[in-house]
């Protein structure tokens, strides 16, 4: 049998991304595919990546959109040209 699906790897292990229909236990052959795709973060220590990150949100929260801001479409968004 064979079933192509994507994963993350999360804490030690390879978590799909979608559901998939392997019954528990089931042997894998993992293949990641070529790193290059990956970039890696600017900043590589994980507790000033969350530091970062709860600040970021911090700030969400803090200036929210305002419910009168002017709503974009996909086109408007993305240039076509």
Do not use: W
Not at 17 to 36: F, Q
Not at 60 to 66: S, V, Y
């Amino acid at each position: 049998m064979q079933e192509v699906f994507p994963a993350v790897y999360r804490n030690g292990a390879f978590v799909p991304v979608v559901p998939c229909s392997l019954p528990e236990e089931t042997e894998v052959e993992v293949r990641v595919r070529n790193g290059a795709d990956v970039i890696p973060p600017l900043e590589p220590d994980p507790v000033k990546r969350a530091k970062i990150r709860h600040d970021v949100v911090e700030r969400m929260h803090n200036n929210p959109i305002p419910a009168n801001a002017p709503r974009f479409t996909r086109d408007e968004l993305h240039e076509r040209h």
